[in-house]
């Protein structure tokens, strides 16, 4: 993030403090994969202590909240979808951990298969990438890859390629 970038976000406000992930996404490379790293509490957190009715209720209000939560941070920087504005990620996590069972096999997978669909970005998640804007756009491109995740990570269990 530019110095300039950095005078405008304030880790004290609570928009910009989850927008940047918790502070992961000031990583100076990756702050994707940073902020990816930083859902994997919640992740475990939320999937072994709550029902699944609870988690999917918390998916969709970090998916909802995420929102208004990026659109706020990118137009109080001045950038569209600045690379340091990762709450998108932390949806996308949660998103693909939707009904696994938690093991830490299961959750270095599904960090695996995120990262790998936000990164490569197949159709449609690049055509989502490209053409939607403000926080909408900011966060729809890691729903899908998360839930694009979560499509090859229970195809993978059901399978049984990956004993839990």
């Not at 702050?31 to 790293?37: A, R």
């Not at 997978?109 to 990262?115: E, I, K, N, S, Y």
């Not at 269990?157 to 004993?163: A, H, I, N, P, T």
């Given at each position: 993030?530019?110095?300039?970038?950095?005078?405008?976000?304030?880790?004290?406000?609570?928009?910009?403090?989850?927008?940047?992930?918790?502070?992961?996404?000031?990583?100076?490379?990756?702050?994707?994969?940073?902020?990816?790293?930083?859902?994997?509490?919640?992740?475990?957190?939320?999937?072994?202590?709550?029902?699944?009715?609870?988690?999917?209720?918390?998916?969709?209000?970090?998916?909802?909240?995420?929102?208004?939560?990026?659109?706020?941070?990118?137009?109080?920087?001045?950038?569209?979808d600045d690379s340091s504005i990762v709450?998108?990620?932390?949806?996308?996590?949660?998103?693909?951990?939707?009904?696994?069972?938690?093991?830490?096999?299961?959750?270095?997978?599904?960090?695996?298969?995120?990262?790998?669909?936000?990164?490569?970005?197949?159709?449609p998640i690049s055509l989502l990438d490209?053409?939607?804007?403000?926080?909408?756009?900011?966060?729809?491109?890691?729903?899908?890859?998360?839930?694009?995740?979560?499509?090859?990570?229970?195809?993978?269990?059901?399978?049984?390629?990956?004993?839990?």
């Amino acid at each position: 993030m530019s110095p300039e970038l950095r005078q405008k976000v304030r880790l004290a406000n609570p928009v910009h403090f989850l927008a940047l992930g918790f502070g992961s996404g000031l990583a100076p490379k990756m702050p994707g994969t940073f902020g990816t790293l930083a859902a994997l509490p919640i992740v475990w957190g939320i999937s072994s202590y709550l029902s699944l009715e609870w988690y999917l209720a918390i998916t969709i209000l970090v998916c909802l909240s995420g929102i208004w939560i990026c659109h706020k941070t990118a137009q109080d920087m001045q950038v569209h979808d600045d690379s340091s504005i990762v709450w998108d990620e932390v949806a996308g996590m949660l998103i693909t951990m939707i009904a696994v069972p938690m093991s830490w096999q299961n959750l270095l997978l599904g960090f695996v298969l995120f990262r790998l669909f936000d990164i490569v970005k197949p159709w449609p998640i690049s055509l989502l990438d490209k053409h939607v804007h403000g926080g909408f756009g900011i966060m729809i491109d890691d729903v899908v890859a998360g839930i694009f995740a979560l499509g090859c990570l229970h195809l993978v269990l059901y399978l049984g390629w990956l004993s839990i």
